[in-house]
Protein backbone atom coordinates (compact mmCIF):
# COMPACT_ATOMS: atom_id res chain seq x y z
CA UNK A 1 0.00 0.00 0.00
CA UNK A 2 1.52 3.39 -0.79
CA UNK A 3 0.59 6.48 1.35
CA UNK A 4 1.00 9.75 0.27
CA UNK A 5 0.76 12.99 2.34
CA UNK A 6 0.25 16.15 1.00
CA UNK A 7 1.81 19.39 2.91
CA UNK A 8 4.93 17.51 3.91
CA UNK A 9 6.87 20.14 4.90
CA UNK A 10 4.65 21.55 7.04
CA UNK A 11 4.76 21.63 10.72
CA UNK A 12 1.96 18.65 10.95
CA UNK A 13 2.84 16.93 7.69
CA UNK A 14 6.54 16.03 9.14
CA UNK A 15 5.88 14.65 12.38
CA UNK A 16 3.28 12.97 10.51
CA UNK A 17 5.75 11.24 7.96
CA UNK A 18 7.89 10.78 10.93
CA UNK A 19 5.13 8.33 12.62
CA UNK A 20 4.50 6.81 10.23
CA UNK A 21 7.67 5.44 9.14
CA UNK A 22 7.26 3.72 12.25
CA UNK A 23 4.73 2.18 11.23
CA UNK A 24 5.21 1.18 7.34
CA UNK A 25 7.77 0.64 5.76
CA UNK A 26 9.37 4.18 4.09
CA UNK A 27 9.50 2.83 0.72
CA UNK A 28 5.06 2.62 1.14
CA UNK A 29 5.43 6.56 1.87
CA UNK A 30 5.32 9.59 -0.42
CA UNK A 31 5.80 13.30 0.75
CA UNK A 32 3.62 15.54 -1.55
CA UNK A 33 5.34 19.13 -1.56
CA UNK A 34 5.08 22.32 -3.18
CA UNK A 35 8.79 22.21 -2.98
CA UNK A 36 10.37 19.04 -2.91
CA UNK A 37 13.97 20.11 -2.23
CA UNK A 38 12.64 21.23 1.39
CA UNK A 39 11.82 17.61 1.58
CA UNK A 40 14.67 15.89 1.05
CA UNK A 41 15.83 15.09 4.59
CA UNK A 42 12.09 13.16 5.20
CA UNK A 43 14.02 9.96 3.71
CA UNK A 44 11.15 9.57 2.02
CA UNK A 45 9.98 9.24 -2.06
CA UNK A 46 8.94 13.36 -2.90
CA UNK A 47 6.99 13.87 -5.06
CA UNK A 48 5.92 18.13 -6.50
CA UNK A 49 2.26 19.08 -5.43
CA UNK A 50 0.53 22.37 -5.74
CA UNK A 51 -2.60 22.36 -3.80
CA UNK A 52 -3.45 25.59 -6.31
CA UNK A 53 -1.90 23.86 -9.17
CA UNK A 54 -3.86 20.72 -10.43
CA UNK A 55 -1.38 20.17 -13.60
CA UNK A 56 0.93 18.97 -10.32
CA UNK A 57 -1.35 17.23 -8.62
CA UNK A 58 -2.38 13.93 -11.22
CA UNK A 59 1.39 12.99 -11.83
CA UNK A 60 1.65 12.87 -8.17
CA UNK A 61 -0.93 10.80 -6.72
CA UNK A 62 -0.41 8.10 -9.33
CA UNK A 63 -0.09 5.01 -7.80
CA UNK A 64 -1.65 6.31 -4.47
CA UNK A 65 -3.70 4.06 -2.54
CA UNK A 66 -4.31 6.43 0.64
CA UNK A 67 -4.02 10.01 0.61
CA UNK A 68 -4.00 12.10 3.99
CA UNK A 69 -4.78 15.33 2.98
CA UNK A 70 -3.73 18.52 5.13
CA UNK A 71 -5.99 21.21 5.22
CA UNK A 72 -4.51 24.11 3.21
CA UNK A 73 -3.06 27.11 5.09
CA UNK A 74 -4.27 29.34 2.84
CA UNK A 75 -7.60 30.57 4.45
CA UNK A 76 -10.38 31.86 2.21
CA UNK A 77 -9.24 29.83 -0.68
CA UNK A 78 -8.97 26.00 0.96
CA UNK A 79 -12.36 24.66 -0.82
CA UNK A 80 -10.99 25.53 -3.90
CA UNK A 81 -8.05 24.66 -3.29
CA UNK A 82 -8.66 21.11 -1.63
CA UNK A 83 -11.31 20.50 -4.42
CA UNK A 84 -8.57 20.32 -6.45
CA UNK A 85 -6.18 17.56 -4.55
CA UNK A 86 -9.81 15.57 -4.35
CA UNK A 87 -10.51 15.70 -8.10
CA UNK A 88 -7.04 14.09 -8.84
CA UNK A 89 -7.45 11.78 -6.10
CA UNK A 90 -10.09 10.40 -7.61
CA UNK A 91 -8.91 10.97 -11.37
CA UNK A 92 -5.56 8.74 -10.19
CA UNK A 93 -7.72 6.19 -8.72
CA UNK A 94 -6.83 6.72 -5.02
CA UNK A 95 -8.80 4.41 -2.58
CA UNK A 96 -8.73 6.18 0.67
CA UNK A 97 -8.50 9.83 1.54
CA UNK A 98 -8.19 11.27 5.36
CA UNK A 99 -8.74 14.89 5.90
CA UNK A 100 -7.55 17.36 8.82
CA UNK A 101 -10.83 18.78 9.75
CA UNK A 102 -11.84 21.14 12.76
CA UNK A 103 -13.30 19.64 15.99
CA UNK A 104 -16.93 19.22 15.44
CA UNK A 105 -17.19 20.94 12.45
CA UNK A 106 -20.84 20.95 11.75
CA UNK A 107 -21.59 22.25 15.40
CA UNK A 108 -18.89 24.50 16.02
CA UNK A 109 -19.86 28.65 16.54
CA UNK A 110 -16.07 28.97 14.89
CA UNK A 111 -16.08 30.58 11.60
CA UNK A 112 -13.40 28.74 10.52
CA UNK A 113 -15.20 25.59 10.41
CA UNK A 114 -17.01 26.94 7.16
CA UNK A 115 -13.93 25.70 4.48
CA UNK A 116 -13.81 22.49 6.45
CA UNK A 117 -17.27 21.71 6.57
CA UNK A 118 -17.47 22.32 2.82
CA UNK A 119 -14.39 20.18 2.10
CA UNK A 120 -15.87 17.65 4.27
CA UNK A 121 -18.80 17.63 1.71
CA UNK A 122 -16.67 17.19 -1.19
CA UNK A 123 -14.77 14.28 -0.08
CA UNK A 124 -18.44 12.08 0.88
CA UNK A 125 -19.73 13.06 -2.48
CA UNK A 126 -16.43 11.59 -4.61
CA UNK A 127 -17.48 8.37 -4.01
CA UNK A 128 -13.69 7.39 -1.96
CA UNK A 129 -13.87 5.68 1.26
CA UNK A 130 -13.11 8.85 3.69
CA UNK A 131 -11.69 9.38 6.77
CA UNK A 132 -12.10 12.60 8.97
CA UNK A 133 -9.66 13.81 11.70
CA UNK A 134 -11.59 16.33 13.37
CA UNK A 135 -8.44 18.41 15.05
CA UNK A 136 -9.27 20.51 18.04
CA UNK A 137 -6.63 23.16 18.50
CA UNK A 138 -2.77 22.85 19.03
CA UNK A 139 -1.28 24.03 22.55
CA UNK A 140 1.33 25.61 19.66
CA UNK A 141 -1.14 28.33 18.82
CA UNK A 142 -1.06 29.43 22.76
CA UNK A 143 2.54 29.04 23.57
CA UNK A 144 4.17 30.04 20.21
CA UNK A 145 3.81 33.19 21.78
CA UNK A 146 4.62 32.98 25.39
CA UNK A 147 8.15 34.60 25.21
CA UNK A 148 6.04 37.88 24.26
CA UNK A 149 3.21 37.22 26.83
CA UNK A 150 6.17 36.94 29.65
CA UNK A 151 7.99 40.02 29.05
CA UNK A 152 4.57 41.84 28.45
CA UNK A 153 3.68 40.55 32.22
CA UNK A 154 -0.10 39.49 30.83
CA UNK A 155 -1.49 36.70 28.25
CA UNK A 156 -4.19 38.14 26.28
CA UNK A 157 -7.73 36.90 24.51
CA UNK A 158 -11.13 37.25 23.85
CA UNK A 159 -12.30 33.53 24.82
CA UNK A 160 -13.41 34.69 28.50
CA UNK A 161 -13.79 31.77 30.95
CA UNK A 162 -14.17 29.16 27.95
CA UNK A 163 -12.13 25.77 27.95
CA UNK A 164 -10.30 24.54 25.60
CA UNK A 165 -8.83 21.25 25.06
CA UNK A 166 -5.98 21.45 23.15
CA UNK A 167 -3.34 18.53 22.35
CA UNK A 168 0.34 18.78 21.16
CA UNK A 169 0.72 19.05 17.09
CA UNK A 170 2.59 15.61 17.62
CA UNK A 171 -0.37 13.67 19.37
CA UNK A 172 -2.67 15.26 16.29
CA UNK A 173 0.47 13.74 14.14
CA UNK A 174 0.32 10.26 15.71
CA UNK A 175 -3.43 9.93 15.08
CA UNK A 176 -3.39 11.05 11.29
CA UNK A 177 -0.47 8.45 10.76
CA UNK A 178 -2.19 5.72 13.06
CA UNK A 179 -5.61 6.06 10.87
CA UNK A 180 -4.46 6.34 7.37
CA UNK A 181 -1.79 3.32 8.22
CA UNK A 182 -5.27 1.38 9.40
CA UNK A 183 -7.72 0.14 6.84
CA UNK A 184 -10.17 -0.20 9.50
CA UNK A 185 -10.68 3.43 9.74
CA UNK A 186 -12.83 3.51 6.80
CA UNK A 187 -16.26 5.97 6.26
CA UNK A 188 -15.94 7.17 10.11
CA UNK A 189 -15.76 10.33 11.90
CA UNK A 190 -12.99 11.13 14.62
CA UNK A 191 -13.41 13.82 17.27
CA UNK A 192 -10.12 15.00 18.30
CA UNK A 193 -9.44 16.71 21.05
CA UNK A 194 -6.98 17.49 24.40
CA UNK A 195 -8.05 14.66 27.41
CA UNK A 196 -8.07 17.57 30.15
CA UNK A 197 -9.39 21.12 29.30
CA UNK A 198 -7.90 24.60 30.83
CA UNK A 199 -8.79 28.47 30.46
CA UNK A 200 -6.81 31.25 29.37
CA UNK A 201 -6.68 31.87 32.90
CA UNK A 202 -5.28 28.23 33.77
CA UNK A 203 -2.41 28.97 31.13
CA UNK A 204 -1.59 31.98 32.53
CA UNK A 205 -1.43 30.50 35.89
CA UNK A 206 0.83 27.62 34.46
CA UNK A 207 3.11 30.02 32.98
CA UNK A 208 3.48 32.02 36.26
CA UNK A 209 4.10 28.70 38.40
CA UNK A 210 6.74 27.74 35.63
CA UNK A 211 8.28 30.86 35.48
CA UNK A 212 7.91 32.47 38.82
CA UNK A 213 6.62 35.52 37.55
CA UNK A 214 3.61 37.00 37.77
CA UNK A 215 1.50 36.70 34.36
CA UNK A 216 -2.10 37.69 34.16
CA UNK A 217 -5.16 36.80 31.80
CA UNK A 218 -6.50 39.79 29.98
CA UNK A 219 -9.72 39.21 28.20
CA UNK A 220 -10.62 41.55 25.27
CA UNK A 221 -13.85 42.11 23.26
CA UNK A 222 -13.73 40.46 19.78
CA UNK A 223 -12.47 43.90 17.96
CA UNK A 224 -10.24 44.85 20.50
CA UNK A 225 -7.75 41.74 20.34
CA UNK A 226 -8.97 41.65 16.63
CA UNK A 227 -7.27 44.90 16.65
CA UNK A 228 -4.04 43.58 18.70
CA UNK A 229 -3.31 40.90 16.34
CA UNK A 230 -3.02 43.25 13.87
CA UNK A 231 -0.42 45.47 15.67
CA UNK A 232 1.42 42.46 15.54
CA UNK A 233 1.18 42.42 12.00
CA UNK A 234 -1.61 39.71 11.05
CA UNK A 235 -3.62 40.75 8.00
CA UNK A 236 -6.64 42.38 9.23
CA UNK A 237 -9.04 38.98 7.98
CA UNK A 238 -6.52 36.60 9.47
CA UNK A 239 -6.75 38.75 12.83
CA UNK A 240 -10.76 38.78 12.69
CA UNK A 241 -10.70 35.19 11.98
CA UNK A 242 -8.62 34.31 14.76
CA UNK A 243 -10.75 36.88 17.29
CA UNK A 244 -13.50 34.95 16.24
CA UNK A 245 -12.01 31.76 16.67
CA UNK A 246 -11.36 33.25 20.48
CA UNK A 247 -14.87 34.20 20.97
CA UNK A 248 -16.20 30.30 19.78
CA UNK A 249 -13.61 29.06 22.08
CA UNK A 250 -15.22 31.28 25.02
CA UNK A 251 -19.15 29.82 24.01
CA UNK A 252 -17.16 25.98 24.19
CA UNK A 253 -16.33 25.55 21.03
CA UNK A 254 -12.91 23.67 21.51
CA UNK A 255 -13.91 21.66 24.48
CA UNK A 256 -14.59 18.17 23.90
CA UNK A 257 -14.39 15.28 26.59
CA UNK A 258 -14.48 12.53 24.36
CA UNK A 259 -10.70 10.96 24.49
CA UNK A 260 -10.79 9.92 21.11
CA UNK A 261 -7.73 11.35 20.10
CA UNK A 262 -5.50 9.21 23.15
CA UNK A 263 -7.45 6.57 22.30
CA UNK A 264 -6.29 6.42 18.95
CA UNK A 265 -2.67 7.25 20.33
CA UNK A 266 -2.98 4.30 22.79
CA UNK A 267 -1.13 7.33 25.37
CA UNK A 268 -2.88 10.67 27.61
CA UNK A 269 -2.66 13.39 25.38
CA UNK A 270 0.39 15.94 26.29
CA UNK A 271 -0.28 18.10 29.11
CA UNK A 272 -0.85 21.79 29.65
CA UNK A 273 2.53 21.28 32.46
CA UNK A 274 4.48 19.63 29.41
CA UNK A 275 3.27 22.23 26.47
CA UNK A 276 4.30 25.13 28.47
CA UNK A 277 7.24 23.28 29.56
CA UNK A 278 8.60 22.42 26.34
CA UNK A 279 7.48 26.04 24.94
CA UNK A 280 9.81 27.81 27.51
CA UNK A 281 12.64 25.22 26.97
CA UNK A 282 12.16 25.82 23.12
CA UNK A 283 12.59 29.60 23.48
CA UNK A 284 15.63 29.71 25.25
Known amino acids: MTIAVTGA ?4 GRL ?55 SSDAVGQRVAQHRNVIEAAKAAGVK ?17 AEEHIATEALIKASGLTWTLLRNGWYFENYTGGLAGAIAAGAIIGASGEGRVSAAARQDYAQAAAAVVATPDAENRVYELA ?13 VSR ?32 LAQSDVGAGQGGLFDES ?26
Open 9 to 12: TGQL
Open 16 to 70: VIEDLKTRVPAGEIVALARDPVKAADLSVAVRAADYAKPETLSAALAGVDALLLI
Open 96 to 112: RIAYTSILRADTTPIAL
Open 194 to 206: GDTAFTRADLAAE
Open 210 to 241: QTGKAIAYDDLPETTYAEILKGFGLPAPFAAI
Open 259 to 284: HTLSGLIGRPTTSLADAVAQALKSAH
